[in-house]
């Protein structure tokens, strides 16, 4: 690419979560991608969602196997993307979770931490009491740091998504991703 830019795509699937989730429930599962000013998306879906999966055991990991694919466009690594995930039990939150595009191309297994907000006020707390969940209206500022150490988080679980990367002229404008660990 001789116009200054490089290529980033990105493949591959939400695997699982594994959530503790109750026998005769039902979950679902948005995605939606996070990146800088400088990243434009050429192909692909900024943001998805899940068919809905229903758990039959106690304890059984949560099986999406959601598919991902996207390539982006940018001038500079600033503002690398993230994917943040939004899963929900029948209609209520379960969990959020966030995690960096990797910049090595490759195959990567990602490890994905759970966590929900919880009630910040005394209306709050007592509003859980009649089921109420607190959520946010915009996951995205989870990429941000921008009041992020406001929110009152509690884990969740965790998941796994297996992602493959390739990049196109990272190296031409002299960037340097390192060496892949095995």
């Known amino acids: 690419m001789s116009d200054g830019t490089f290529l980033l795509h990105i493949s591959g699937q939400l695997e699982w979560i594994d959530l503790l989730a109750p026998s005769n429930t039902s979950w679902y599962c948005k995605y939606e991608f996070v990146a800088g000013t400088d990243w434009k998306i050429l192909n692909g879906l900024e943001a998805g969602l899940s068919q809905t999966v229903n758990v039959n055991n106690n304890g059984d990991k949560i099986i999406f196997n959601l598919p991902i694919e996207i390539q982006f466009k940018s001038t500079n690594p600033y503002g690398w993307p993230q994917i943040i995930l939004s899963v929900y039990k029948n209609m209520q939150l379960a969990g959020y979770g966030r ?81 892949v660990k095995d």
């Open 99 to 179: 995690c960096h595009v990797p910049l090595k191309a490759g195959v990567h297994k990602l490890d994905v931490l759970f966590a929900k907000p919880q009630a910040s006020s005394l209306l709050g707390y007592v509003a859980s009491f009649f089921g109420y969940q607190p959520e946010l209206l915009q996951p995205k500022m989870l990429a941000t740091t921008a009041g992020i150490n406001l929110l009152l988080m509690e884990s969740a679980g965790h998941g796994q998504i297996s992602i493959n990367i390739v990049t196109q002229g990272f190296q031409n404008l002299g960037y340097d991703s390192g060496v």
